[in-house]
């Protein structure tokens, strides 16, 4: 079965492509390229190409490519680091609500996109700056379970160890492009979660 475009390049081909898309259509069509084929994809000629459009569209909207870039960057961080930000707190008094919290943003896939947060990591290889920002962005992640495991009674070392496990299971299960049903994914929280906190889980 093929697969699914984005919206930006249906338009495109439905025979009702504008001359200049709006900014979002680009945003989309960038995305598209970079979780599929990587950074070195997202080029202005090739997604004019794919978009069946001049490079002028691209002006209308953007400098240069590195705006572009920095435009992917931003939806990356409203999409896959807000949602994690906003559950920031000094104090932690209920460790596994706070835990079924952290681990929810990754079970609801909504904003957060695990194909975009693959491609950023992939990005980071080639990039020192996005490197820096998701190794910043991976240590809050994991500051995070750090504080519901201390919450729920464990010391620091362990706290530590138990987030990164956590962290790193959740990593390693959208790199292995695992497939579950989200129906069963959801069946097996209880059961993960059981696991993850260990002795103190109640």
Same mark, same amino acid.
């Given at each position: 079965?093929?697969?699914? !475009?984005?919206?930006? !390049? !249906?338009?495109?081909?439905?025979?009702?492509?504008?001359?200049?898309?709006?900014?979002?259509?680009?945003?989309?069509?960038?995305?598209?390229?970079?979780?599929?084929?990587?950074?070195?994809?997202?080029?202005?000629?090739?997604?004019?190409?794919? &978009?069946?459009?001049?490079?002028?569209?691209?002006?209308?909207?953007?400098?240069?490519?590195?705006?572009?870039?920095?435009?992917?960057?931003?939806?990356?961080?409203?999409?896959?680091?807000?949602?994690?930000?906003?559950?920031?707190?000094?104090?932690?008094?209920?460790?596994?609500?706070?835990?079924?919290?952290?681990?929810?943003?990754?079970?609801?896939?909504?904003?957060?996109?695990?194909?975009?947060?693959?491609?950023?990591? =992939?990005?980071?290889?080639?990039?020192?700056?996005?490197?820096?920002? &998701?190794?910043?962005? =991976?240590?809050?992640?994991?500051? &995070?379970?750090?504080?519901?495991?201390?919450?729920?009674?464990?010391?620091? =070392?362990?706290?530590?160890?138990?987030?990164?496990?956590?962290?790193?299971? !959740?990593?390693?299960?959208?790199?292995?492009?695992?497939?579950?049903?989200?129906?069963?994914?959801?069946?097996?929280?209880? &059961?993960?979660?059981?696991?993850?906190?260990?002795?103190?889980?109640?």
């Amino acid at each position: 079965m093929a697969e699914a !475009q984005p919206k930006s !390049q !249906q338009k495109a081909r439905s025979g009702e492509a504008r001359k200049t898309l709006s900014r979002e259509a680009w945003i989309d069509a960038a995305i598209y390229a970079l979780e599929r084929k990587g950074i070195a994809n997202v080029k202005i000629d090739h997604l004019s190409r794919q &978009l069946k459009v001049t490079r002028g569209s691209f002006y209308f909207h953007f400098k240069n490519l590195k705006d572009l870039l920095n435009s992917l960057l931003i939806e990356w961080r409203q999409r896959n680091c807000a949602p994690f930000r906003a559950l920031a707190v000094e104090t932690v008094t209920d460790g596994q609500a706070y835990f079924d919290a952290v681990t929810g943003v990754w079970i609801r896939e909504d904003p957060f996109s695990p194909k975009l947060d693959l491609a950023i990591r =992939d990005w980071a290889r080639s990039s020192a700056a996005v490197a820096r920002e &998701l190794r910043d962005q =991976d240590d809050f992640r994991m500051e &995070l379970l750090v504080k519901a495991f201390a919450a729920l009674g464990y010391d620091r =070392d362990e706290s530590l160890i138990r987030a990164r496990v956590t962290y790193f299971q !959740q990593i390693g299960y959208y790199t292995t492009h695992f497939k579950e049903p989200p129906t069963e994914r959801k069946r097996f929280r209880t &059961l993960y979660t059981k696991i993850l906190i260990g002795p103190a889980y109640r």
